[in-house]
Structure formats: structure tokens, C-alpha cells
């Protein structure tokens, strides 16, 4: 039942198939070929039923008009009625089924669009918001139309068109063949231009859009910037000029979308007009009864109900590309680290260190870390000091296995971390990032990814034994409290809080602390200090990575990153 | 929905002409639906009845090629008109969202989820599209087909109209019944979309984090979950939305087929012509057509709406600051005193006041330090002297006149601003720099790049100061955009310049260089100095302490009587400080 129908057929089409393609999007999504089969079925059965509805109405008054007894009528009549039922039944089930099936599969592609992010970040890739936002809500909203628009009209219409020209074909065979070139002409020339005419414009609005998304995220973040340094006019007017730019390529979409919808009416209109000709013909000639003529125009009205929406597939199976492209273009990227694929337990004892470690993020970048050697033991209190930028916030991703070095090893306990599974890394030493991040929820929450099954008692004592007990008292919410978005309904000091007590609570054998300090006043930066470290548990071993030195006096020992190498402080 | 719509249709010629010209459209169809039922009911009813051979009937079928030419246009005409007008009206709300956030709340941004609101300003046009092609066309057919239809088809055989009569105005009373629901539902789905881009983003925004503490798997799941849920409720309004289809659907379909029931017997009975007959059995589906593709597109209409009033949302929000009709001329900061008078602030719809009862002046040419915990309220005391807010009670006043007499644009103009987190534009770092800076001299640039510590940073990058920064380009450490914005402020030489924490997120070396770099910023120059550290509320002038929200006495810092008095005035000041918490602590 899991397998798709998409995944049988990009497996039979190799590996090489990735989710920058449709097939690779539809393999991952997983359609299941059950549901697929049977919204195909359901929509080609509803267009049957209102071709026979529209069919039996033009036998029945044809047969009437001969005035034949009122009860030879009978079965016409409720045979109409029948048709209008399954009609409107079936097509309420096959959108139900068609849905079903767009969105479980874009539920599972938004998780597995993380889930192959997760390794990239931080280090492959750059977690820009807007980007990866546009990329998100736009590229996968745009996937929905490929289950909707693209996936199930086409057998459709196949199956619905099949069924149609053979009853045609049994009345007559001309109208058959002229019915059958209608369909044709319809069913490639209306998609394949909107298609083409769609290509270059769906290509062009999505940089124009990323583009426009991301000057307007600066006008909204950096607007009160803009505005007091005057720069305001000259975003707006660069903003209403990608709007015109986006809204010239969108004309032309427009005017390809409109272009197809006309020449798929007309496509339709002329076959109809075609088919009537030729039945009146088939009629004056006797090849046809003249009670089947009005069954003949009806049921060519009916297929066209079919074939019409391929046009629209087509478009939508563009712009789906281009999106799964995109797509593709961010996860198609390889991981920093690599994978141990036979891991080694994590011997529980010892230190953690860095030997001969040299790292840079490629080989045209600056080396960020020449030969780097140091050592944390349990229980140690150690400041790694150094100006922004310097790269000390290098080795804290190197030491949580976010990064591998280039040269050198990182050891835990005597064994080299790209022996063992990331993960138990991460959860022998444990980092705090540098900005004290909180996501967008309570307090609570934020605290609990340290520790899942931490509960209220707990999360008080750490909050109180990081200075903010009588903080969370005057909460009317207490730890239900809402951080705002990314902490900012708290004071940088609250958020630095929060951020050290969440790395307290992992009660892991190694913290680290990237700039803990760095939006406090120089008390609290003391007593956070002070805390950090009398209030770590002792046999944690602690590295306080500052550009701070005025506490340094309070550590064991000091370090400092000078031009890429790690020298003792001061 | 509908007041949304209203406005959206209400607004602007965009809209108007757009309705004008589907309007002409929608006559043109309905007329055309009829001449096409017409000729061919003429022509099967010819060589059926009348055993016509084709070359007879050959007039007439050009004519219905005519037809289908015509209908194919007007198709294509709806469908342009529609999605034509959708994207003016779109570049005519953004060029209003873009107002709206530069000009009349410059200070609201940093409460708005920006990604989920440019992705309504962009992205929203697509389901606007659908709104103005799909859907509004249908309406008007529905006010215009049913009708003509209704009145042809009385002429060909009343007892039909009379069927149509009653099952059409049926569909209208089921449509609201269901419609409401739906409508509630659709936005329900629309705000489930919107917290799950916010969710998604700030999920991936923290991955690091998550990744550090080994939630990002947990973090898979949530999102699974999240999209669960969002699947629920789509499949909710969904089936609400299909429900309403079905019924139209049946509606139309038992229509249709009653209608041909009714001229079967009529006929069989010789009650009625063959070829009237046909006429109305070919007019039936199309008069219900209109209706069903309403139902069918009412989601998707509902979807662009949704997008729209995402949008309205902000602009409803009234301005944070107000221009004056009249606007005095603005004086400058230079020779005008600048003065705080009883100022109370506080957010609209929030009780506590940030400011309250804050009084202070800032003399032309003189630096003034705001020292206090973060949280005390010095930025809000920034913003106001900025005009980036305006004061909820009391007033701030330059040059004796009142900040609210000018206009905001050319007190701007005047002002430079260094916040505590500078925003880092999508741009090059020159560009970045050169901020609202009007003179681009290359030495100047090299002074201020020098003076803020930034030029190791320009040399390490492979493109210099051109390399792309913000989103999407390099990324910078929070030291490197406070030595942007300070930069930036450099290069502008504004009277007043209002610096936020400028040494906050530096090492002590760079914190010596900045200081000495806002010492020469200050020369000549009014500046407001938002700090909580001593050593640097130390190079200002006078000193103010600020805390909760209300402003201690101003302590000089006299520059003559330095180092030794004003040094031991700002530790006297932070020692009376602490002492003032140490009792009220305990």
C-alpha cells in the first residue's frame, strides 16, 4: 500500500532519479497506487456518467419527438436520473480521494524536506529565513497542484475519451475519427503550447518573486533603519520595481494561461460543431438513425469535460518542476560530517580534545584554524577568549560534531568523534549557540528541548538557580509564558538566561557556552559568570567560549584564538 | 469574505475597470450560450425532423463555427481580464503594505512575522489570480446567464422554465448555507498554512539549537504533526467546500434531467415542437454551468480573500506617528534644544506604561548617556526622540517646538540611527553601508571602515566590500552588524545621532576603538547614547540613569573636570544604582 506507483516508476527509471525532478518528488511524497488508481477511476466515471446523462437526454426527447407510447419512455427517464446522481457522487469522491492523496503526500515531503535538511545545518547550508521560507510555503504549495492538476486528469481523460469514442464509433464511424482528432489536437496541442509559453515565465517569476519576498522582509524587519536614515524611498521604489518586473513576467503567463483556455474552447467548439456536421450527413445518407444525432452532439460535448483540464496540467507540471528544481537544490547538497557507518560506543570517562585540528569551509576559504591543540577535562572551568569573528565559535561546531576538521582529530574520552554517532556526541557535550535562540513558544517549551521529560519542579529550580526565579514568580503565566518571536517580549539578559539554564538542565558531561554574556550589563554579566561557574555541576567540564576577559580571572584557565591558533590567556 | 472582497473590489481602478470589462464579457457569453443553442437545436432538428441534407444546413453550421470562435474569445477574455486586474490590484496593496510599514509605523516591523506577511504580499496573488479569474466571472454569469436563459427558454416552453425556475434559485439559498461554513473553515486553513511557514521557519531557523541538544528528530515529528493537523483541517474544509459542490451538482444534474422529462412528454404527447424542445434541453446545463463553477472555485476564491485581509490586517493598524497637515518647519538639532517634557508612553492595548513621567534635555552639540539595565526602557526613550513613536502623554520638543508639528521624513532626514541588532540588508556590504548616505566618497568610506574596526572584515572577503551580506548572501556575527550600523552612522553626517548599545556585542579591543570612534562621532554633533555599560556612558557629556521606565537626575560628566570627577561621578551614579536594587531587593 505504501509503494507508489510514482516510486515503482522512478525505480524502474535508476537511482539517478533525485527530488529535483517530478518523478523523485512524486517517489518521495509516495502516492499510493490504490488511491491513485481509484481517484483516476472515480474522476474518468464522473465525466462518463454526464456524457451518458447528457446522451440519454438527446435519445429521450429525439425518441419522444416521434411520439412513440409515453411508456417506451420509461427507462430513458430513469435511466437520466441515474446518470445525474453518479454523476454528481463520483466526482464528489474522486475530489475527496484526489486531496487525500495531495496532501498526506505534501505532509510527508515537508518532513522529509527537514529531515535531509537537519545535516546540513549549520555548515552546508545557510539557514536563510526567507529563502528557505519562499522555497518552503511556495515550492511546496506549488506541489500540490502536481497531485491535483497533474498526477490524475491525464489517465482520465485517456480512460473517459476510450470509452466515449467506442460508443461513437459503434453509431458512426466518422464521427468517431472527427471526435478522436478533436480529442487529440485537444488533448496535445492546447497543453503542450501552454506549456511551452508557461516554461520561460515560471523559469523568470520565481527569482523575481524570491527577489521581492526578500526586499519586502527587509523593508518589514529593517524598516525603522530605512527610515531613519532616509533610505526608505529608495527600497520602496526598488520594491514597487520588482513588482513591476514580477508583474511582467506574470502578464505573460497570464496571456499564455488566457491564450490556452481560448484555443482549448475553440479546440472543443469547432469538434463539436464538426461532429454535428458529420452526423447530419451520416443521417441524410442513412448510415445513421436521425433519433442519434442528438446523442452524438451531446456525447461530444461531454468528452470535452474531460480533455479541457490538460491544459491546466500541463502549466501546473511546469511549474511544479521548476519548484521541485529548486528544491532539489538545497537538498541535494552533502553533509559537512561524515557518517560513521559501523559507530563505536562513546567511552564514558575522559577528556575532550582537539588535536592538530585545521579547518576551513572550502578550499578557496580562509583557513578559520591552523593546528589548533586543546584539551577540556571533566570538571574544568575554561574561557576561550577572542574578538567576533575570529573563529572561536568554529570550535565549538567542531567540537559538537557540527563540523569535522579538516586536518587533525577531535578525541572524546580517547576516541576520534567521527568514529561514534554524531548524536551521542551532541549529548556527551552540549552547546549553547551564540544569540541564546528561543523559538517562538513558551518558556516551557524551550526549556524541555534540553530535557523532554524535565517537569515544572525542575524547570523552576534551574530558572531560579540562573537568577530568574523571582523573573518567573512575577509571570502571570509562569513557565507558560510566551518568549515572543525568538525571545523578543524578553530582555537580551532573559533570553541569555533561558539559553544557559536550557544548557544546564542537559546535565550532559561537557558544556559549552558561546557568548553567554554578551547582552548583559556588567553585573549581570558577573553573576551569570559566577553562576556558569559555581552552578554547573563539578564534574561537568565547561568551556566558556567570550570576547569578555574581565572574568577571566574566575576560570581555571584561559585561552585565545590568535590568527587560527589556540595560545593560553593572557 | 465579503467585506473583504467589497474593499478589494472597491479599491482603485484596477478593480473597477476589471469588473467594467467582465461585465461586457459576461453579456457577450450569455448571448452567445444562446445563439449556440439556437443554431444547433435548428440544425439537429432540420435533419432530423426535416431530413435536411448537410449542404442545406451549411449556413447555419459556419455560423456555430462563428460561435465557438466567439465563446473561445470570451473565454480567453475572462480569464486575462481576471488575472490582469489580480496582479494591479496586488502591486497596488503592496505599494500600500510598503507605505503603510516605511511611513506610518516605521517602528512596527519587529512585531510582524515579516516572512509570513511578504509571502502574502507575493504569493498571494496566485490564489487573487484564481479569485479574480476563475471566480468572479462565474458570478457575474450567475447574475447574468440564469436570466436570459430562464427568459428564452419561457418563450420555447414554459413548462420547462418553470422547472428551471424552481430548482435554479435553489442553488443560491444552498450555496449561503453551505458557503458560510466554508468561509469560516477556509480561514481557519489559511491561518493553519501561516503557522506552519512560521513554524517551519522558526524551526529551521533554531536547528542548530535543536541539532546541539538532539531535538531535531523530535522536531521531524512535530513538523509531521503540524502538518498532520493542517491536513485534518484542509480535509475538513475540503469536504465542506466539496459538499457544497455535490449539492449544486445534483441540483443541476436532477435539473437537467427533469427538464428532459418534461419535453420527452410534452413531445411524446405532441404538446411541443422537437426543435424547442432541444433548444431548452441544450440551454439547462448551461444555465446551472455558472452556479457549479461558482461552488467550484469558492475555496480557491475564499484562499485569495484570505490573502488579501492578511494584508488589510496591517494596514488597519493605526499609525504609530502622526503627520502634521500643516507641518512646521523642521528645526535642527544642531541649534535647537532637544527636551522631554512629562513624557509617558505606553503600547497601544497594553496596560503597563514602558516611560513614565520622563523629563530631560539634551542640549545642541552635547552628548547625553542613557544608562540602565536592558528592559529600564532607554530604547523606547530612543525611539520617541527618533520619531519612531510618538508619546502617549507629555511631549518631545526641539527647538521649542514639538516633534508631532513636523514632518516625520525630514526629522528623519536629520537623525541617524545605530539600533542594538542593525538590520543587514540583502545587499553588498557597501551598498549596506552607504545606507540613506547620499556623498560616496571612497576616502571616507576607508576612515569609516577604519574607524569601526571593520576593515580586517573587508579584506578577509574574497569580494571586498562588495560581497553580497543579509539574507541569502554572507552571514555576519553580531559584532560585525554593530560595526556596520556604526559605520553606517559615520558615513551620515546627521546633527543627531542616536547610538543603542554600540559596544555591547564587541571584544575589548574593538570596544576601546569604538569609543574612541564615538568620541570624534560626537564632535559637533547631538548625540544620545543608549548604554548599560559604564565605561561607556562614561564619554558622554551628561549621564541619565533610567529604570523602570522613569529617568534618575542628570549627573555631568564635564569633559574639564575629567578624568578624575566624571569617572568617579558615573561609578557614584552606578553605585547609588545598585544600591537602590540591593534595597529594593531586600
Known amino acids: ?570 | 469574505m465579503n467585506a473583504t472582497a467589497r474593499r478589494l473590489l472597491r479599491g482603485g481602478n484596477a478593480a473597477r475597470s476589471m469588473l467594467v470589462a467582465s461585465g461586457l464579457l459576461g453579456a457577450l457569453t450569455a448571448i452567445a450560450i444562446v445563439a449556440q443553442a439556437a443554431l444547433m437545436a435548428y440544425v439537429v432538428s432540420e435533419a432530423f425532423i426535416g431530413g435536411a441534407e448537410l449542404a442545406e444546413l451549411s449556413m447555419p453550421l459556419i455560423l456555430l463555427a462563428a460561435v465557438a470562435l466567439l465563446r473561445a474569445l470570451l473565454a480567453g477574455g475572462f480569464e486575462l481580464t481576471g488575472r490582469l486586474g489580480a496582479q494591479r490590484v496586488m502591486a497596488r496593496l503592496r505599494g500600500r503594505l510598503v507605505r503603510h510599514i516605511l511611513v506610518e509605523r516605521p517602528n512596527s516591523g519587529q512585531g510582524e512575522r515579516s516572512g509570513e506577511l511578504a509571502a502574502a504580499a507575493v504569493q498571494g496573488v496566485d490564489s487573487l489570480e484564481t479569485y479574480f479569474a476563475k471566480y468572479l466571472p462565474q458570478v457575474i454569469l450567475t447574475a447574468l446567464v440564469p436570466p436570459t436563459i430562464l427568459i428564452v427558454a419561457a418563450f420555447n416552453n414554459w413548462p420547462s422554465a418553470i422547472v428551471l425556475l424552481i430548482t435554479a434559485p435553489l442553488i443560491p439559498v444552498f450555496m449561503i448555507l453551505i458557503g458560510r461554513s466554508a468561509e469560516d473553515a477556509t480561514r481557519l486553513r489559511w491561518q493553519a498554512l501561516s503557522l506552519m511557514s512560521a513554524h517551519f521557519l522558526d524551526v529551521v531557523r533554531g536547528l542548530p539549537t535543536l541539532r546541539a541538544h538532539g531535538r531535531a528528530d523530535a522536531q521531524q515529528e512535530t513538523i509531521e504533526r503540524v502538518g498532520d493537523r493542517f491536513k485534518e483541517e484542509t480535509m475538513g474544509t475540503l469536504r465542506i467546500a466539496f459538499t457544497s459542490a455535490l449539492v449544486l451538482e445534483l441540483l443541476a444534474m436532477i435539473g437537467t434531467g427533469l427538464v428532459a422529462a418534461v419535453v420527452g412528454v410534452q413531445l411524446a404527447e405532441g404538446a411541443l415542437g422537437f426543435q424547442a424542445g432541444l433548444t431548452v434541453l441544450l440551454l439547462a446545463p448551461e444555465l446551472y454551468q455558472p452556479f457549479r463553477q461558482v461552488g467550484a472555485q469558492y475555496h480557491a476564491a475564499a484562499d485569495g480573500v484570505a490573502a488579501a485581509e492578511r494584508i488589510y490586517a496591517v494596514l488597519d493598524q493605526p499609525p504609530t506617528i502622526s503627520a502634521p497637515t500643516r507641518p512646521l518647519p523642521t528645526p535642527s538639532p544642531a541649534s535647537g534644544e532637544m527636551r522631554f517634557e512629562g513624557v509617558d508612553f505606553a503600547y497601544p492595548g497594553h496596560e503597563n506604561a514602558v516611560l513614565r513621567d520622563v523629563s530631560f534635555s539634551l542640549a545642541p552639540g552635547r552628548s547625553l548617556a542613557l544608562l540602565g539595565e536592558s528592559g529600564a526602557g532607554k530604547s523606547t526613550i530612543a525611539a520617541l526622540a527618533l520619531r519612531l513613536l510618538d508619546p502617549s502623554e507629555g511631549r518631545v520638543i526641539c527647538g521649542g517646538v514639538d516633534l508631532r508639528d513636523f514632518d516625520p521624513q525630514k526629522w528623519h532626514a536629520i537623525t541617524a540611527w545605530v539600533p542594538q541588532r542593525p538590520h543587514i540588508f540583502a545587499s553588498s556590504l557597501r551598498e549596506n553601508i552607504l545606507l540613506g548616505c547620499r556623498k560616496n566618497s571612497k576616502k571616507a568610506l576607508d576612515v569609516a571602515l577604519a574607524v569601526v574596526g571593520l576593515e580586517e572584515l573587508v579584506a578577509a572577503l574574497p569580494n571586498g566590500l562588495e560581497t553580497r551580506v543579509g539574507d541569502g548572501g554572507r552571514e555576519l556575527s553580531l559584532g560585525e552588524r554593530q560595526r556596520v550600523g556604526l559605520a553606517r552612522a559615520w558615513m551620515r553626517s546627521s546633527p543627531l545621532i542616536v547610538l543603542d548599545e554600540p559596544t555591547a556585542y564587541l571584544d575589548p579591543a574593538a570596544v576601546h576603538r569604538i569609543q574612541r570612534a564615538i568620541t570624534s562621532l560626537a564632535q559637533g554633533r547631538t548625540l544620545l547614547l543608549i548604554t548599560h555599560d559604564t565605561s561607556t556612558a562614561e564619554l558622554a557629556d551628561d549621564v541619565l540613569l533610567v529604570r523602570d521606565g522613569r529617568v534618575g537626575a542628570i549627573a555631568g560628566n564635564d569633559r574639564a573636570s575629567r578624568p578624575a570627577s566624571g569617572r568617579c561621578l558615573v561609578r557614584d551614579i552606578s553605585d547609588r544604582l545598585e544600591d537602590q536594587s540591593a534595597s529594593e531587593a531586600t
Open chain 1, 1 to 570: 500500500m505504501a509503494t507508489g506507483s510514482g516510486s515503482a516508476a522512478a525505480a524502474a527509471a535508476g537511482e539517478s532519479t533525485r527530488s529535483n525532478s517530478l518523478r523523485g518528488i512524486l517517489r518521495e511524497g509516495g502516492v499510493p497506487r490504490g488511491k491513485f488508481v481509484l481517484a483516476v477511476t472515480l474522476s474518468a466515471a464522473a465525466v462518463l456518467a454526464g456524457a451518458a446523462l447528457l446522451g440519454t437526454s438527446g435519445y429521450l426527447i429525439s425518441k419522444a419527438a416521434l411520439q412513440p407510447p409515453i411508456l417506451t419512455l420509461t427507462v430513458a427517464i430513469v435511466g437520466v436520473r441515474a446518470f445525474g446522481v453518479a454523476r454528481a457522487v463520483l466526482r464528489y469522491s474522486e475530489r475527496i480521494v484526489t486531496h487525500d492523496i495531495a496532501l498526506a503526500s505534501l505532509a510527508r515531503l515537508r518532513s522529509r524536506f527537514f529531515a535531509r535538511l537537519v545535516p546540513l545545518v549549520p555548515g552546508g547550508v545557510r539557514a536563510g529565513g526567507a529563502d528557505l521560507l519562499s522555497a518552503f510555503v511556495a515550492d511546496v504549495e506549488a506541489l500540490k497542484d502536481l497531485y491535483v492538476r497533474v498526477l490524475v486528469p491525464p489517465p482520465a481523460a485517456l480512460l473517459a475519451s476510450v470509452a466515449i469514442l467506442i460508443a461513437c464509433l459503434l453509431l458512426l464511424p466518422t464521427v468517431a475519427a472527427a471526435l478522436c482528432a478533436g480529442i487529440l489536437l485537444s488533448a496535445t496541442l492546447a497543453p503542450a503550447w501552454s506549456a511551452w509559453l508557461a516554461r520561460s515565465g515560471a523559469q523568470r517569476q520565481a527569482p523575481a518573486r524570491a527577489e521581492l519576498t526578500g526586499e519586502l522582509i527587509d523593508a518589514i524587519d529593517g524598516g525603522a533603519e530605512l527610515v531613519t536614515s532616509g533610505a526608505d524611498a529608495k527600497l520602496a521604489s526598488q520594491i514597487e520595481r520588482s513588482g513591476e518586473r514580477l508583474r511582467t513576467i506574470q502578464m505573460r503567463d497570464s496571456f499564455a494561461g488566457s491564450a490556452a483556455v481560448a484555443l482549448s474552447s475553440l479546440i472543443g467548439g469547432l469538434t463539436v460543431v464538426a461532429v454535428l456536421a458529420l452526423a447530419v450527413a451520416g443521417s441524410a445518407d442513412g448510415a445513421l438513425p436521425g433519433v442519434a444525432i442528438a446523442v452524438l452532439l451531446f456525447l461530444a460535448m461531454g468528452v470535452f469535460e474531460a480533455v479541457n483540464p490538460l491544459s491546466t496540467a500541463a502549466q501546473s507540471a511546469e511549474h511544479s518542476r521548476t519548484a521541485a528544481g529548486r528544491i532539489g537544490d538545497v537538498l541535494d547538497r552533502e553533509s559537512p560530517i561524515v557518517r560513521a557507518s559501523e559507530p563505536l560506543p562513546i567511552p564514558s570517562v575522559g577528556a575532550l580534545e582537539l588535536s592538530g585540528v585545521s579547518f576551513s569551509y572550502g578550499d578557496d576559504e580562509p583557513m578559520l584554524l591552523r593546528d589548533a591543540d586543546f584539551v577540556l577535562q571533566p570538571g574544568e572551568r575554561v574561557a576561550l577568549i577572542g574578538p567576533s569573528g575570529s573563529g572561536k565559535s568554529t570550535i565549538a561546531n567542531l567540537l559538537v560534531r557540527f563540523l569535522d576538521p579538516t586536518a587533525g582529530s577531535v578525541t572524546l574520552g580517547g576516541t576520534d568523534v567521527r568514529l561514534v554517532d554524531a548524536d551521542a556526541v551532541r549529548r556527551a557535550v552540549r552547546l549553547e549557540g551564540q544569540t541564546g535562540f528561543l523559538f517562538t513558544t513558551t518558556i516551557r517549551e524551550n526549556l524541555l528541548i534540553a530535557k523532554p521529560d524535565a517537569d515544572d519542579a525542575d524547570l523552576t529550580a534551574i530558572l531560579t538557580r540562573v537568577g530568574l526565579g523571582d523573573w518567573l514568580a512575577s509571570l502571570p503565566k509562569g513557565l507558560e509564558t510566551l518568549v515572543g518571536e525568538h525571545g523578543d517580549n524578553l530582555s537580551g539578559g532573559q533570553r541569555q538566561r533561558i539559553a544557559f539554564a536550557r544548557g544546564l538542565l542537559a546535565q550532559s558531561r561537557f558544556l559549552i557556552l558561546d557568548e553567554p554574556t554578551a547582552q548583559l550589563d556588567r553585573e549581570n554579566a558577573d553573576a551569570l559568570i559566577d553562576a556558569i561557574i559555581g552552578d554547573t555541576p563539578p564534574a561537568t567540564g565547561v568551556l566558556v567560549i567570550t570576547h569578555d576577559d574581565r572574568s577571566v580571572d574566575q576560570f581555571d584557565r584561559a585561552l585565545a584564538l590568535k590568527g587560527g591558533h589556540l595560545v593560553s590567556y593572557p
